[in-house]
């Protein structure tokens, strides 16, 4: 089982940049991609970025490429996003995810955190 408990969210205007954080707790015996995704009040969820845990390689939503970076601090299972040029379109709440694949015992899961908002001001 994993638990992930997302902070580094709050309020800031537009140009402005914040870091999320994701705590990395818990153990599992899969691979696994680890993913932020957000999503605003009565909008569809959406994917903003991923990392892939065994080469690095980082993908991003078109809405954000240039903007933000997701890393991973492995001695610190932490995984972040750096939010630079932040505009009120980025208004949500954020999730971070860690999606596990090539299992070797069972059914591979998907674990979420429980969120942290950025509000961005005009």
């Known amino acids: 089982h994993v638990d992930l408990v997302e902070s580094g969210g709050g309020s800031v205007q537009a140009g402005g940049s914040l870091r999320l954080s994701c705590a990395i707790s818990?153990?599992?015996?899969?691979?696994?991609?680890m993913k932020w995704y957000r999503q605003a009040p009565a909008k569809e969820r959406e994917f903003v970025s991923s990392?892939?845990?065994?080469?690095?390689?980082?993908t991003y939503a078109d809405s954000v490429k240039g903007r933000f970076t997701i890393s991973k601090d492995n001695g610190a299972n932490t995984l972040y996003l750096q939010m630079n040029n932040l505009q009120p379109t980025d208004t949500a709440t954020y999730y971070c995810?860690?999606?596990?694949?090539?299992?070797?015992?069972?059914?591979?899961?998907?674990?979420w955190g429980q969120g942290t908002q950025v509000t961005v001001s005009p």
């Open positions: 995810t860690l999606e596990e694949r090539l299992c070797p015992f069972g059914l591979a899961e998907n674990y």
């Open positions: 818990g153990h599992t015996y899969c691979r696994y991609d």
């Open positions: 990392i892939d845990t065994d080469d690095g390689r980082t």
